[in-house]
């Protein structure tokens, strides 16, 4: 077992199997099914992994520091730089998107941009919770950047 191998006892507490979670195979598999013209790239040092890949207009940054249970998988893809024009306006529209249209992501502001980010601890991640997180932060920042860079950029 390697380092980003994770075991966590069967559900059945009568069994003696395991179930080994490889959280970095997983995310490369999800990223790999999603990034285009082979755009993905890991980093790998004390902090854990970061990886980054294009997603239609969008670069999308998936990071796993370790794989105990109080970890965090965290997702991220900027859609906007500040400063913009008409900031109540647009954080307005990104309260209402929260409510409405962001499922497990939400948007925020980060380092002076407009992201939309999810952050999941691993305690009890599946696989497809891993994809749709990644697939969410995604679908959402693609979906949004050049409407809302047309109205308030």
Known sequence: MTAYELDL???????DDTVTLNYIEIIETVIA???EDQSAMVSQGEGGYVWKFKYGS????VKL?????EDELTVWAAVMKLPVKNEAGLLRKLMELNWSSTFEARFAIAEDQIVVCATRTLAELSPAEVSRNIT???????????TLQ???G
Do not use: K, R, Y
Request: charged letters at 25%; proline letters at 3%; a negative charge.
């Open 9 to 15: 006892e069967s559900a059945d507490s009568s069994s």
């Open 136 to 146: 969410i932060v995604a679908t959402i920042a693609d979906d949004n950047d050049e």
């Open 58 to 61: 969008v670069e999308v940054f």
């Open 33 to 35: 099914s999603l990034q």
């Open 150 to 152: 047309a109205e308030f």
């Open 65 to 69: 520091p370790g794989v105990t249970d």
